[in-house]
């Protein structure tokens, strides 16, 4: 009897040998798809007359073998408005990460808004395959506003008064901002717990201002974060797969105002930041109207979007359009379906929690006070700020650096 469990045991221990043997033979080397992936951490978007660049990161599925050669280029971009530095990415074998850069040509040509899109071109690898293009938004050359002979006797009043002088914090200004997301949204929202990132925001005199209380106007560029909020905006709406599906109600609408995510012109405003002399700081937070008409106190900024501006005027004049119902198509009208929110509306999404508290009481605690303040050489903004699919507030800290 023992022989025989003697004999198993060699029997089984012989077979556990050929198949570890034969596993070892087998070789796991990711033989698919090498794909093509381009990103960028700075803001995509760009005046025609930046000197900035945007700097695109190229990541692989995996390390390639032998030395390659990937070639990109620019569409839409007539009169070459943007130009590649290093658009001719070379990586080594082993390697598979490389950066390039993208730059303005600075030749003031634009009277619009323009989308260039970054593609793959083409490779010296068979195995490779392009994953994504790259949007970047090229706008005209900004207008600086003329002041006022009043504003003008403002910005004289408060230096006699406070010492202030306002002009330096007008005109195009420089702003670097970071972003950091809650734990939870990273892989939805953001791939990265943290982006850090160059803008220029025009500011302005604001309309509000009076001798006794300086305000300013963020008329382009709020905070450098017209991109980054653009990103969220589609993130929520037009590239989620809550609105693209078949039937959706949602991909009628885009269908009836001819909806083009390359066209579109999205901008935003920021109005009523006022200078607290005596503090040195800045008030901002203000009550603003969500979707459903309650006062959110947050910070007040405006959005302006082509496409919700079409579908509001189909609103308005009474349009209707055909959408599924069950199993039939039916005749709608477009105000009976902004009720039901079918909408392209940025406050309906980009509205959301108050941030003068802590609303979502996460813990640990991802709630930050909001304050502005400014010294002799730059001013600053921190703030908590979510949106409607939010899981936490994102924090988000921005530094102007004063003009001389």
């Known amino acids: ?89 070379q990586m080594k074998a082993g390697e598979k990460t490389a950066s390039f850069k993208v730059l303005s040509n600075r030749q003031s040509l634009l009277n619009r808004q323009r989308t260039i899109t970054l593609k793959v071109k083409d490779y010296t690898d068979e195995r490779m395959q392009p994953w994504n293009d ?113 039937g959706s109600r949602y991909i009628s609408m885009l269908e009836a105002v001819d909806f083009d995510v390359n066209k579109e012109i999205f901008s935003v405003v920021l109005d009523d930041l006022e200078l607290l002399p005596e503090e040195k700081a800045f008030s901002f937070v203000r009550p603003v109207l969500d979707i459903w008409e309650d006062e959110v106190e947050t910070v007040p900024f405006e959005y302006s979007f082509t496409a919700w501006n079409r579908w509001k005027q189909m609103a308005d004049e009474g349009g209707t359009i055909v959408v599924q119902e069950g199993d039939n198509m039916v005749e709608t009208s477009v105000s009976g379906l902004i009720e039901e929110g079918i909408t392209l509306n940025p406050i309906n999404c980009l509205v959301s929690a108050y941030i003068d508290e802590d609303y979502w009481e996460n813990d640990p605690s991802d709630w930050i006070e909001p304050k502005g303040m400014y010294d002799e050489k730059t001013f600053s903004f921190q703030f908590p700020w979510d949106h409607v699919n939010s899981l936490g507030y994102t924090q988000i800290r921005v530094t102007y650096t004063l003009n001389e």
């Open 1 to 89: 009897m023992k022989y025989k469990y003697y004999s198993l045991f060699i029997f089984l221990l012989g077979l556990f040998w050929m198949v570890t043997a034969c596993s070892n033979d087998i070789d796991y080397t990711y033989k698919g798809r090498n794909y093509i992936q381009i990103s960028t951490s700075d803001d995509p978007a760009l005046s025609e007359n930046d000197d900035r660049a945007i700097s695109v990161d190229v990541l692989l599925a995996t390390a390639v073998e032998k030395d390659v050669t990937i070639n990109f280029e620019l569409s839409d971009n007539t009169d070459d408005i943007l130009r590649l530095e290093g658009g001719a990415v």
């Open 134 to 246: 790259l949007r970047l938004t090229v706008r005209p050359n900004p207008t600086l506003p003329e002041l006022t002979e009043q504003q003008i006797e403002l910005i004289h009043g408060y230096m006699e008064k406070y010492g202030l002088n306002l002009n330096r914090f007008m005109g195009e200004v420089s702003c670097r901002v970071e972003v950091t997301f809650p734990t939870d949204e990273i892989g939805i929202f953001s791939d990265t717990e943290t982006r850090s990132f160059m803008g220029k925001t025009i500011i302005t005199l604001s309309e509000n201002a009076t001798a006794d209380r300086p305000i300013l106007k963020m008329i382009d560029n709020p905070m450098g974060l017209t991109s980054f909020l653009w990103e969220i905006y589609r993130k929520e709406t037009v590239e989620s797969e809550f609105w693209i599906y078949e």
